[in-house]
């Protein structure tokens, strides 16, 4: 049964429908926050969502992903889509649509593209659990590119792809990264490589090593990995990209990967709530059955905390 929505959700989806910023801003604050009223939002907006391209852009800090970005950004809206972007890297110094990479950009450029930060913090295996509620914002919104970028630190790098279409990961040309991304499990995840900072030395044998490092592992079933050369700084390598995930879109759409990866995401994004849920209710019943006097007598050793779990556990799960 449809909820009955408060008015202040309904204008607020309504202002994000016609794809008014402020309203977009307050949406997703309201989407990454822990307030019930989220729920109500993200239903108004359902109707209106699950349709956007989803782009992730995952590597180390330093790897030029901001760069990159700043770099793709004109190239897609010349292609026809409007291009929001969500950066998820602590350490990205995107704020507000103006900063981009180290330096201020306010340039036609960024013209009509909705830029935000989100906090890392949160959420199953450390992927911010604003995301996917943060795509259904700009998806409303009208956004049909969604360009993630994500810091590229142990499982966060490997979270990505329960939230993006494509996943591009970004290395430089510096000795052990090959062998790091192995280690880090991203080596199975990554649908394109780039090895940025190809203007420094070692890049094409890094690709060398890399197309090696993925052979290893046996011929490829379905999709090759390609692994594309960039100079982001000076807007190198960047169609051949383009051309790379245009390619990948495309061969998922007719594999039929498409399909399976979304069910993932939608999987994931649901787990991802019902996990914050079921967390607020883990604190509220802890505070329930040991309050300040309770865990006073459990520090003492005069009372056993145990069988309270179990008896609890025994009632709700049975
Ligand atoms: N030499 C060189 N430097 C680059 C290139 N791309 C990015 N950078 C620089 O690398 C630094 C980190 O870039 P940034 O985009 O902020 O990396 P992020 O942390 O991955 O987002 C910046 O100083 C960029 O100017 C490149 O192709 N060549
Ligand atoms: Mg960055």
Same mark, same amino acid.
């Given at each position: 049964m449809p909820t009955v929505h408060t008015p202040s959700v309904e204008s607020l989806a309504q202002g994000v429908l016609s794809g008014e910023t402020r309203s977009i801003a307050r949406a997703i604050t309201l989407v990454e926050s822990r307030a019930p009223e989220r729920l109500a939002l993200l239903e108004r907006l359902f109707p209106h969502t699950g349709r956007a391209f989803k782009l992730g852009i995952t590597g180390a800090p330093g790897a030029g992903k901001s760069t990159l970005t700043y770099q793709l950004i004109p190239r897609l809206k010349?292609?026809?889509?409007?291009?929001?972007?969500?950066? #998820?890297?602590?350490? =990205?110094?995107? !704020?507000? /649509?103006? +900063?981009? $990479?180290?330096?201020?950009?306010?340039?036609? @450029?960024?013209?009509? #593209?909705?830029?935000? =930060?989100?906090? !890392?913090? /949160?959420? +199953?295996? $450390?992927?911010?659990?604003?995301?996917?509620? @943060?795509?259904?914002?700009?998806?409303?919104?009208?956004?049909?590119?969604?360009?993630?970028?994500?810091?590229?630190?142990?499982?966060?790098?490997?979270?990505?792809?329960?939230?993006?279409?494509?996943?591009?990961?970004?290395?430089?040309p510096e000795a052990g990264d090959v062998v790091q991304a192995m280690k880090a499990g991203i080596i199975e995840i990554a649908d394109i490589y780039i090895i940025n900072k190809a203007d420094r030395e070692g890049a094409t044998r890094m690709r060398l090593d890399l197309r090696n490092a993925l052979e290893l592992g046996g011929k490829p079933k379905g999709w090759n990995p390609p692994i594309a050369l960039t100079e982001a700084l000076h807007g190198k390598g960047i169609d051949e990209l383009i051309a790379f995930i245009e390619e990948h879109k495309q061969y998922q759409q007719q594999s039929g990967g498409w399909e399976a990866r979304r069910l993932q995401q939608i999987e994931w994004e649901l787990q991802s709530l019902i996990h914050d849920a079921l967390e607020q209710q883990a604190q509220a019943t802890t505070r329930q059955l040991f309050n300040a006097e309770t865990l006073q007598a459990v520090l003492q050793g005069a009372e056993n905390p145990f069988p309270k779990i179990r008896a609890w556990r025994v009632r709700e799960n049975p």
């Open positions: 010349a292609r026809g889509y409007r291009v929001g972007v969500l950066a #998820v890297d602590p350490t =990205s110094p995107f !704020s507000g /649509g103006a +900063i981009l $990479g180290d330096r201020i950009r306010f340039d036609d @450029a960024l013209e009509g #593209v909705y830029i935000r =930060s989100l906090a !890392s913090r /949160g959420s +199953i295996g $450390g992927l911010s659990r604003g995301v996917p509620p @943060a795509i259904r914002v700009l998806e409303a919104a009208g956004y049909d590119l969604i360009l993630i970028e994500t810091v590229g630190a142990g499982q966060l790098q490997v979270d990505v792809r329960f939230v993006a279409d494509t996943v591009v990961l970004a290395l430089v």
